[in-house]
């Protein structure tokens, strides 16, 4: 007779919801916050996952990652099934975590207006025989953490697909959204297609608590800023 309540291992798992596996092939951003506990410690006991093990720390702390990275080596060692080593492991990552988030954030450059965000985006989009979408995202203290091409067309134009620029968006977990484009003809006046396009993507951004705050239009030399002109 099969005993339902049983508790599977990992291995039992279907491959793509092993956290190791999903890591592997899906990338890190695919895993719970559990998952990559989970790969940090490796095992778990014989009653229980890592996942599960993983699942029942964060519990106890409110699942907030903040209250956990100042939890103690003896805090995380009561837990049945952690020990000193996994909670050294624990401890580390988050330590880890930390240290990148300082480094990363004290050298994000602050976008505070059109001319900055042009400053940021015109290396990647000046001197161009076709046009190019890109997005710059930026934290909630409107430090830039990325800029990303959306899409590559001709000479007269390129698409932008909503669902990939806020996918994007969600995936560094940003705060704000810039969309920029070139103008390979030098003319910086925006087409009514781009009046339409930014109109649509700030109102989608505002359903998603993610706004886009401004559209670039770029050359090699100069831009224009739909936000400054009160196109948007």
Do not use: C
Not at 28 to 56: F, M, P
Not at 139 to 161: C, P, W
Not at 192 to 216: F, N, Q, S, Y
């Amino acid at each position: 007779m099969i005993n339902y309540e049983q508790r599977l291992n990992i291995k039992s798992l279907a491959e793509a919801d092993r956290p190791r596996e999903k890591l592997k092939f899906r990338g890190r951003r695919h895993l719970t916050d559990a998952e990559l506990i989970a790969v940090t410690i490796g095992s778990g006991s014989k009653n229980e996952t890592s996942v599960e093990l993983s699942q029942r720390i964060l519990n106890a702390y409110g699942n907030d990652l903040s209250l956990l990275g100042n939890a103690s080596i003896p805090d995380l060692a009561k837990f049945y099934g952690m020990g000193e080593a996994k909670a050294l492991a624990i401890i580390a990552a988050l330590e880890l975590g930390r240290r990148k988030a300082e480094i990363t954030t004290k050298h994000r450059k602050k976008v505070r207006g059109s001319k900055e965000a042009f400053n940021v985006l015109q290396p990647a989009l000046a001197d161009l025989n076709q046009e190019e979408f890109w997005i710059l995202m930026l934290d909630a203290a409107n430090g830039a953490i990325n800029k990303v091409m959306i899409s590559r067309g001709g000479r007269a134009g390129t698409m932008a697909d909503p669902k990939v620029i806020f996918k994007k968006a969600l995936d560094y977990d940003a705060a704000y959204i810039i969309l920029a484009h070139n103008h390979p003809s030098g003319n910086l006046k925006p087409s009514e297609e781009d009046i339409r396009l930014t109109r649509k993507l700030a109102a989608a951004g505002l359903t998603m608590d993610l706004p886009v705050v401004d559209h670039l239009i770029i050359t090699s030399t100069a831009y224009l800023s739909m936000a400054d002109e009160g196109l948007m």
